[in-house]
């Protein structure tokens, strides 16, 4: 009988992702010859909500373009509001801010942990990450008085002072994870099964990865050293102490062993953070009220490493009290058409959800 | 392809086993209950002792998911617009905003959060007088 590719649609339900996405893809036997991304079943219109509210009003729209690391996105609205209303706000705020943004990037990593390590059948493993992912959303519950949507990070500082004993409890967590770690790299890391899956598979091209605009673990993983807390500080990351870890073998296991080494390096962050914070300064700098809070006709780009790479934000004020227009550029759009695409053709249908999870994309933050 | 034994990679992931012996680490509810965090934004409640009825809730909410629904008794005599909020759980996302705006403070979410009815006029809720 002769070889017939047939054409089956990959999602958009499967659990090579954390949202809706579809892969359709043309098979010639278990082998796939091409990949065409569909995605829509997320479209939700925020950078439009965004320009019928005032600036209070948008802040609780944008942490929710990105279910599973929301922080950077409040991040860099914040940030892009003080730019345009000049608004500086205090070391302390910074720290806290820097603070959350760590807790959230290992909360992240964690859950992606638990995604890739179940897209090739360890269930287990996701069971222990999503475990510790949660000690992370309880202490964010504390703080912020939500486990997954903080909506904390607010233009002029953060909303809430911190708990009282909450550093404590952060240093008691940080402790509890790093011991976690050697378990992680036993049962999933260093796993025989991983490695052979993992290793020449998804393998991305080093010359295109920069002239593409990948970010994050992608590039990292074929050791371009890239990352925005060093290449355009913010926050406080500039008088903080960490490396950057890369890999090269370009392949999914070096972008999850980027990971790996992420994970580390924001818990030395974290310690750090801890001892450096000023014990005093106001959380929050005074701003006018909600609909006197105006922007000048002016506008900013601002970047923020998320825990998958480089996340941007454009905005752009008329002088009123509503934003203009506002552009999100996340890590996800190129990862998931101009790269997927591209990987996925000549690999085993059985290794696409773990080709896409090691890429980190996330559909919401697609579509917006 | 070639053939290669990790010996240690294979042997490793057993350490897994050991953990079969730990206490679990779900609880069994609703006969346990997860213990909620002080500050947490849950169901909101208003003082209608202090609340002026100044709609500055309604105004903020980017949902509108407030409305003001005017009241006959126990209102504060400050209140001049007579009304107090009504909050649309089917709209409201817990931002907290409008307790944020609230000149008086006398709107405030509290820890409790959970919700349930069969009929969905109960979600237009109001918050009890705390």
Known sequence: ????????????????????????????????????????????????????????????????????????????????????????????????????????????????????????????????????????????????????????IYPGGVRRELPDGFLDKLFELLDYLEDRLPLYDKVFFENATFKKRAIGVGVVNRDEALKNGYVGQVLRGCGIKRDTRRDNPYLVYEDLDFEIPTFNGCDVYARAMVRRGEIRESIKILRQIIEKMPKDGKIMQKIPKHRRFKIPKDDTFVSTESARGEYSYYIAGDGSEKIRRMQVKGASLIHGFTLLEKLLIDEELSNVAMIMNSLGICPPEIER | ??????????????????????????????????????????????????????????????????????????????????????????????????????????????????WASDDSNNFLYMPKDK
């Open chain 1, 1 to 152: 009988m002769e070889n017939r590719v047939i054409k089956i649609y990959h999602g958009p339900q499967h659990p090579g992702i954390t949202g809706n996405m579809s892969l359709e893809l043309d098979l010639l036997g278990e082998t796939i010859k091409g990949a065409r991304t569909h995605v829509g079943y997320l479209h939700r219109g925020f950078e439009k909500l965004v320009e019928r509210r005032t600036i209070i009003q948008a802040f609780t729209i944008v942490c929710r373009i990105c279910v599973p690391e929301p922080d950077p996105n409040e991040e860099n609205f914040a940030r892009a509001i003080e730019t345009l209303a000049g608004i500086e706000i205090s070391d302390r705020a910074k720290y806290i801010r820097t603070m959350v943004l760590e807790m959230a990037r290992v909360a992240s990593l964690l859950l992606w942990i638990g995604g890739q390590s179940g897209s090739i059948g360890l269930g287990t493993v996701g069971q222990w990450s999503l475990f510790d992912r949660d000690l992370i959303l309880d202490l964010f519950e504390e703080l912020t008085g939500g486990r997954v949507y903080h909506m904390y």
């Open chain 2, 1 to 114: 392809m070639k053939f290669s034994l990790d010996i240690k990679g294979s042997i490793t992931p057993f350490v897994a086993v050991g953990r079969v012996f730990e206490e679990p680490k779900t609880i069994c509810y609703p006969f346990e209950k997860k213990e909620i965090a002080k500050g947490y934004r849950g169901f909101h409640t208003n003082s209608l002792d202090k609340c002026i009825g100044c709609a500055n809730c309604q105004d903020v909410c980017m949902n509108d998911a407030i409305d003001m629904i005017p009241i006959k008794e126990d209102r504060n005599p400050k209140n001049s617009s007579g009304c107090i909020p009504r909050i649309d759980y089917g709209r409201c996302c817990w931002c907290s905003l409008c307790t944020d705006v609230c000149p008086p403070s006398s709107l405030k979410l509290e820890e409790d959060c959970i």
